[in-house]
């Protein structure tokens, strides 16, 4: 019988034999083929065995992976989804090299690929609200001060509970205290050996001090590394070779062969043995290679806490309590009782709890912690503020429009912690290079003993087993593996720091050769608050005012940036807004409507055409004068005359001229695409110097436009904020959206400017060139460092200049390239962008 049934959970090809392996060993399995890329096994057996059968093997082997019937697995992924926590102490962790690409973890352990320690995700979530406890009775848990109802004492805040990141560091503390204690006399005792009338032979003969040293090996083995062996073991077991299989077969051969020495001194031969005819041991190899790498997973724990600094940073940025107003009084909450449209008062000082709109009131704000500028920006009623960022001098009441995981800085966090999993294409190539690392260093190791042994000098054995021990020893896949999602993780959260949210490695790594920058004009490059600066008539039998009252109860109904602009200017002049039918919004080109039994549209000439109303040359030539201001100008139909106009303008932003020219002095060449007519858009491109721009562009048209310049072999970025700009945003190499745009327009592109102002695309490109750099210097020391050290393990410069590598050494030098790949990721932290 042959089924073929999906699979939920695998992302790379060690996922998948995996899977195929674990299937293959069921009971009654003939064959079982696993395919990536359709995520489908396909089952050979010799009777029929139920579907629970298998998920019950995959479920007992960690339960990573799930088997369904085809078709039913979405409802499964979202069942798991809603089940897995978030947060610190609820457990969401993650490999830091990624080597399941984003999967996660919901417990602390080691990746079940590379062995290393998996990292905890910081989260909004971590941020309980305050409680308090009896220090007498710590049972006694309140949400709020009082006296304990037991003994009455006044109850005390309780202290959270640590992170996993703490404990893991703690207890590699502990265990390296314990380690060092013990190989410390371990080293001393060893390396007597080379004094003349050694003192130590005073006290009992060698053979003993042999055995002292096996004793005090064995809590560093047993104990405090023994992680090291079981990850190694594992590592064979499912066949996904890495650092530790090597330190595992290296301090394993190293303590097994002097323990073998110590107990059947007779079966080896007398180059192993010393002048008093005990078997040479090497427990202070073995220990002082397993301290030394413990010393380096320490490093790692710590230097691998400060690579997602930026976002605890903004974690501490999320106040957790609150003053809300309440039938005239304050009353102070915890931030998760927030509700939408509750009155919230800010007092000077105070950070803003949720993101939301002041009602009442005005002050400065400084949200140098979300956009990176450290101008306090001034704000007043109606004006939007966000969570996290910090009042001025003056109180205020807002209403809270978005709570929780809504909340902008809920949002940058989790955009933070998504984009620090992702995978940048040039890790495709570490990738490659670790598939083949281990195996091959094996063999090189094994190669190293037998071109000892046989031509290496007496005792020609000692050295084939000390020269291979230090092969194995020194080569480090982990600097290779960690050597872009470090880079990537702390350039990840520079940019949050700076406005710039990226949304996945992918991007960072294409930003870097975009050699194109396609911008929108309204909301991009013009402030996208646009103000009516005149309306007009065409016809004498209709007042300005009437053509006013049609435009504004035409506009009611949308939502676009100008009809807000003139539903605003028409409550300031008292229009009376009349009743509308049948409107809808022609994309790109306006609006129509039937009111009082007319056919209205409102919109640019190609809405006129759409509506069958002639402009005539007179009223285009009225309309030209202010388009060469860089104004728009909009047409009023009715039953298909055309009868009036409004002006609107919108200032371009003040950083939008310095911004482009800091792009183009970078090779970028800027192209400007826009929906209104030539003459405003030819307007704004003479004040920003810009020689391409394209006007009367609709959304399609963006959109061909970017597919051309990609056929022409451009790299291409695109830059808008709208709705229109959604499509050409998905197709550009890199979108990227303006925080003060639209939803539609954030969620296809790949960066998200937080300020929406094109100095952002400078510091994204700043950014992008930076972490690309830092990757480059990442890959290329941790390959110099093991096409160098592992040949200088198997000892090629003995024969030029009689120079040998200790294992020990080896040891320091393999625990302290992966810590230097982190170091060096971590300078990204002092960037300026």
């Given amino acids: 019988m042959q089924h073929t049934y999906h699979i939920h959970g695998m992302t790379c090809n060690g996922c998948r034999s995996h899977v195929e392996e674990t299937l293959s060993k069921v009971e009654g399995v003939t064959k079982a083929i696993v395919s990536l890329e359709k995520a489908e096994a396909t089952i050979e057996m010799e009777s029929h065995i139920p579907i629970e059968t298998f998920q019950e093997a995959l479920k007992n082997d960690g339960d990573r992976y799930s088997i369904h019937k085809q078709g039913e697995h979405h409802q499964h992924a979202e069942d798991k989804k809603k089940k897995q926590p978030k947060g610190i102490g609820t457990g969401t962790f993650y490999c830091p090299m990624h080597?399941?690409?984003?999967?996660?973890?919901?417990?602390?352990?080691?990746?079940?690929?590379?062995?290393?320690?998996?990292?905890?995700?910081?989260?909004?979530?971590?941020?309980?609200?305050?409680?308090?406890?009896?220090?007498m009775h710590p049972e006694i848990v309140k949400d709020e001060a009082g006296a304990c109802p037991i003994c009455g004492m006044d109850l005390v805040p309780l202290q959270p509970d640590l992170s996993a990141e703490e404990k893991t560091y703690k207890k590699l503390v502990k265990k390296f205290w314990i380690a060092s204690v013990f190989t410390i006399p371990i080293f001393l005792i060893a390396m007597s050996e080379m004094l003349n009338n050694n003192p130590l032979y005073n006290i009992m003969e060698q053979k003993y001090w042999n055995w002292v040293q096996l004793v005090l090996s064995i809590p560093v083995v047993f104990y405090a590394t023994w992680m090291f062996f079981e990850r190694a073991y594992k590592s064979i077991k499912t066949w996904n070779l890495n650092m530790f299989t090597l330190i595992g077969i290296g301090a394993g051969v190293a303590w097994l062969f002097s323990v073998f020495g110590m107990v059947f001194p007779e079966i080896f031969p007398n180059q192993f043995k010393t002048q008093s005819g005990a078997v040479h041991v090497y427990f202070e190899a073995a220990t002082v290679i397993l301290t030394l790498v413990l010393l380096g997973q320490l490093l790692e724990a710590r230097a691998?806490?400060?690579?997602?600094?930026?976002?605890?940073?903004?974690?501490?940025?999320?106040?957790?309590?609150?003053?809300?107003?309440?039938?005239?009084?304050?009353?102070?909450?915890?931030?998760?009782?927030?509700?939408?449209?509750?009155?919230?008062?800010?007092?000077?000082?105070?950070?803003?709890?949720?993101?939301?709109?002041?009602?009442?009131?005005?002050?400065?704000?400084?949200?140098?912690?979300?956009?990176?500028?450290?101008?306090?920006?001034?704000?007043?009623?109606d004006d939007k503020v966000s969570s996290g960022t910090i009042n001025g001098n003056q109180s205020f009441l807002m209403k809270a429009e978005k709570v929780g995981s809504d909340t902008l800085l809920s949002q940058i966090i989790h955009m933070v912690n998504d984009a620090s999993r992702s995978r940048a294409p040039i890790q495709n190539l570490a990738d490659k290079v670790s598939g083949y690392f281990v195996p091959v260093v094996v063999i090189i190791s094994v190669a190293t003993f037998i071109v000892w042994s046989i031509w290496g000098p007496e005792p020609a054995y000692v050295y084939a087993l000390v020269n291979a021990i230090a092969v194995l020893i020194i080569a480090c896949p982990c600097a290779l593996g960690l050597a872009t999602p470090m880079s990537v993780m702390v350039g990840v959260g520079k940019g949050a720091q700076n406005g710039?949210?990226?949304?996945?490695?992918?991007?960072?790594?294409?930003?870097?050769?975009?050699?194109?920058?396609?911008?929108?004009?309204?909301?991009?490059?013009?402030?996208?608050?646009?103000?009516?600066?005149t309306v007009g008539a065409f016809n004498e039998a209709l007042s300005e005012k009437e053509v006013l009252q049609y435009i504004v109860?035409?506009?009611?109904?949308?939502?676009?940036?100008?009809?807000?602009?003139?539903?605003?200017?028409?409550?300031?002049?008292?229009?009376?807004?009349?009743?509308?039918?049948?409107?809808?919004?022609?994309?790109?080109k306006g609006v129509e409507a039937t009111i009082n039994g007319k056919k209205i549209a409102l919109g640019n000439p190609k809405m006129m055409e759409y509506a069958k109303a002639d402009i005539t040359s007179k009223m285009k030539d009225e309309a030209k004068s202010y388009q060469k201001q860089g104004k728009t100008v909009s047409y009023l139909s009715i039953d298909e005359t055309v009868v009036g106009y409004v002006v609107i303008g919108d200032k371009i932003k003040e950083t939008s001229a310095k911004a482009i020219k800091a792009l183009q002095d970078k090779g970028i060449d800027v192209i400007m695409l826009t929906g209104d007519n030539h003459d405003t858009a030819q307007a704004v491109a003479s004040e920003l110097n810009l020689a391409d721009f394209k006007a009367s562009m609709l959304p399609e048209d963006k959109l061909k436009e970017v597919e051309k310049l990609q056929e022409n072999g451009k790299v291409v970025a695109m830059a808008?904020?709208?709705?229109?700009?959604?499509?050409?945003?998905?197709?550009?190499?890199?979108?990227?959206?303006?925080?003060?745009?639209?939803?539609?327009?954030?969620?296809?592109?790949?960066?998200t400017l937080v300020k929406g102002d094109l100095h952002g695309i400078v510091k994204a490109r700043n950014l992008?060139?930076?972490?690309?750099?830092?990757?480059k210097q990442n890959l290329f020391f941790a390959l110099i460092y093991?096409?160098?050290?592992?040949?200088?393990?198997?000892?090629?410069?003995f024969p030029f200049f009689g120079v040998l590598l200790s294992p020990m050494i080896a040891a320091l030098a393999m625990s302290f390239s992966s810590v230097s790949v982190i170091a060096n990721a971590l300078r990204l932290r002092t960037i300026k962008i």
């Avoid at 399941?100 to 910081?122: A, F, R, S």
């Avoid at 309440?326 to 998760?336: A, N, R």
């Avoid at 920058?517 to 009516?532: F, H, N, Q, S």
């Fill in 500 to 533: 710039v949210l990226i949304k996945n490695a992918e991007a960072l790594e294409k930003m870097d050769k975009v050699d194109t920058l396609i911008v929108d004009k309204t909301g991009t490059i013009t402030e996208g608050k646009p103000t009516v600066e």
């Fill in 768 to 775: 992008s060139d930076a972490v690309m750099k830092n990757i």
């Fill in 304 to 381: 691998h806490s400060k690579t997602n600094s930026a976002v605890k940073e903004l974690l501490k940025l999320a106040p957790n309590k609150a003053q809300k107003i309440v039938d005239g009084k304050e009353i102070e909450v915890s931030i998760d009782e927030i509700k939408l449209n509750d009155i919230l008062k800010v007092k000077p000082g105070d950070k803003i709890p949720v993101d939301g709109v002041i009602t009442e009131g005005n002050t400065s704000i400084d949200e140098s912690m979300i956009t990176g500028e450290p101008i306090p920006v001034n704000k007043t009623k």
């Fill in 99 to 135: 080597c399941e690409g984003d999967k996660t973890y919901n417990k602390p352990g080691d990746c079940p690929v590379c062995g290393m320690d998996l990292v905890e995700e910081q989260n909004l979530s971590a941020i309980s609200k305050a409680q308090w406890t009896c220090p």
């Fill in 553 to 588: 109860s035409l506009n009611t109904n949308s939502e676009h940036p100008l009809a807000e602009a003139t539903v605003k200017y028409g409550k300031e002049h008292n229009a009376v807004i009349l009743k509308s039918e049948d409107f809808s919004a022609v994309t790109g």
């Fill in 786 to 797: 093991n096409t160098l050290g592992v040949p200088v393990a198997a000892g090629v410069l």
């Fill in 720 to 751: 808008g904020d709208g709705i229109n700009d959604a499509p050409a945003l998905a197709k550009s190499d890199v979108g990227i959206a303006m925080g003060t745009g639209t939803d539609v327009a954030i969620e296809s592109a790949m960066i």
